[in-house]
């Protein structure tokens, strides 16, 4: 490295750590960037494995995006990527006991009224029940993130006359999704941003991104490759040990046996090793209480991947209700002929489902695809396997929300990236791209360069900053 230039280390090869990477080369900055990543690929739990049975390329869960992911489909972008998801701007919610329900944005009523006919097509919902959905709604929308603050979803939707029934099949069908955990431990002002910002704010905010390729080709091939065009060092299969402050204004980065120093580091790994890396001392300086972020609990996020003699659903993708399994999504045929007939089940939350050996949670999601889909029912299953992250994300309780730190540290040389630092989003894809740039933007006005570099969501329609309160 050379001594005129200032040198950066980013710790971890996440989507986090990626888009902190892109984003400090959007410009001739003068920065040596040094990306570490313990693996032997980038891309965190982005990422996909080769099923041995079968020799197909499986994620190990569904990874989707929504419209108003705006950050993330920049990246993408500036990556060189073109298209990389399928946008679906509709949604088919299935119920065991009543038909399916189509769910969509109406082509006449502008933003934010315009999911209010599909609301009213939710067939397995009571007109009570909608009543209730609306109220509350329009009382979420006239309430700013402070006076949400400091409340569980449940303990919100209470306030506001939802039923337990009500709360069941419709707030916490979305709120998991999104959330990864349930109405009883997140924080409402999480649950607030999903509904805000992800389908009322703008008509193209809830369309569905699907990627179209495997997650380890795009987070594990094509976004580092650009990466490494751009002058960055990538170091895969290379665990850092300890991340220290021991001078005056550098930072030491201890590594396979290996010490370097560095003006800059962004630390862009999960929340719970933050203490294993950060040294005490060194947190303390930097006024992080890493053994609080230890304790913070996490939410399991189940894929079931099962393949069978025959398509079993002609939907792109479906929303389950009232069942063990929650999201089902098919692979298109033109991405991987190796996975024919082969769907992944997602169980967010999926607590329950961990008290199950595999054998019976297969058993009751093939049960469950067998009666919502028709051309399911004569269908037999060649294999099937539960893939579970017990860490996929952390519970976003009110209490983990008002911990969660900024990219800033008390450390002028010291960042942090990772869903985990307070970008007002919960643990999503958008939430961690959004979290490497802040880190970016940290790290450059510290050397004097005052800009943002979180790119603005989707325009507001005029009637949305009327109605709701931003």
């Not at 494995?49 to 929504?66: I, L, R």
């Not at 303990?155 to 998991?176: C, E, F, H, N, P």
């Not at 997650?215 to 290379?238: H, N, R, W």
Request: net charge neutral; glycine share 6%.
């Amino acid at each position: 490295m050379s001594d005129s230039r200032t040198s950066v280390a980013i710790v971890g090869g996440g989507i986090a750590g990626m888009s902190a990477a892109l984003a400090l080369n959007e410009q001739d900055n003068g920065l040596d960037i040094t990306l570490f990543e313990s693996k032997r690929f980038t891309g965190g739990r982005a990422g996909s494995f080769v099923d041995s049975q079968t020799g197909a390329d499986v994620d190990y869960c569904q990874h989707v995006a929504m419209g108003c992911c705006t950050n993330l489909i920049a990246m993408m972008k500036q990556a060189g990527i073109d298209d990389p998801f399928v946008r679906y701007q509709e949604l088919t919610f299935h119920h065991p006991k009543h038909p399916p329900s189509r769910f969509a944005k109406s082509r006449f009523l502008p933003a934010p009224f315009h999911l209010v006919p599909s609301l009213c097509g939710l067939r397995y919902l009571s007109w009570a029940q909608r009543y209730e959905i609306a109220r509350a709604t329009l009382a979420l929308m006239r309430a700013t993130r402070d006076q949400v603050a400091g409340v569980t979803a449940m303990q919100w939707l209470i306030s506001k006359g939802q039923s337990s029934s009500t709360i069941r099949d419709y707030w916490d069908v979305v709120i998991a999704s999104a959330l990864g955990d349930s109405c009883e431990r997140v924080s409402m002002a999480a649950a607030r941003k999903v509904f805000i910002d992800g389908f009322l704010v703008c008509a193209d905010a809830s369309d569905v991104l699907v990627p179209k390729r495997p997650l380890a080709s795009l987070f594990g091939a094509a976004i580092p490759a650009a990466i490494a065009k751009l002058g960055v060092d990538i170091q895969t299969g290379t665990k850092v040990r300890s991340v220290r402050h021991d001078a005056v204004s550098k930072m030491t980065i201890e590594f396979d046996n290996r010490s370097a120093e560095f003006d800059h580091v962004i630390v862009a790994v999960p929340f719970f090793a933050l203490p294993k890396i950060i040294s005490a001392n060194t947190a303390a300086a930097a006024g992080l209480p890493v053994d609080r972020y230890a304790r913070v609990p996490c939410s399991p996020i189940s894929g079931i991947h099962l393949w069978f003699d025959r398509p079993v659903m002609k939907l792109p993708h479906a929303v389950l209700v009232g069942t063990l399994a929650q999201w089902v999504f098919r692979r298109e045929a033109e991405r991987d002929a190796k996975a024919a007939n082969y769907i992944q089940v997602v169980v967010s939350a999926s607590h329950d489902l961990r008290q199950l050996d595999s054998d019976e949670a297969i058993s009751r999601v093939v049960a469950e695809i067998q009666h919502a889909f028709p051309e399911a029912r004569n269908s037999t299953l060649v294999y099937g396997r539960v893939v579970t992250d017990p860490q996929s994300v952390y519970s976003l309780s009110p209490e983990v929300d008002a911990i969660r730190p900024e990219a800033s540290t008390d450390l002028p040389c010291l960042h942090l990236a990772g869903d985990f630092v307070q970008t007002g989003w919960p643990a999503t894809m958008e939430g961690a791209v959004i979290s490497g740039r802040m880190a970016a933007a940290s790290v450059l006005q510290k050397l004097g360069c005052q800009r943002s570099l979180i790119h603005p969501g989707l325009p507001r329609p005029w009637l949305s900053r009327c109605v709701i309160r931003f």
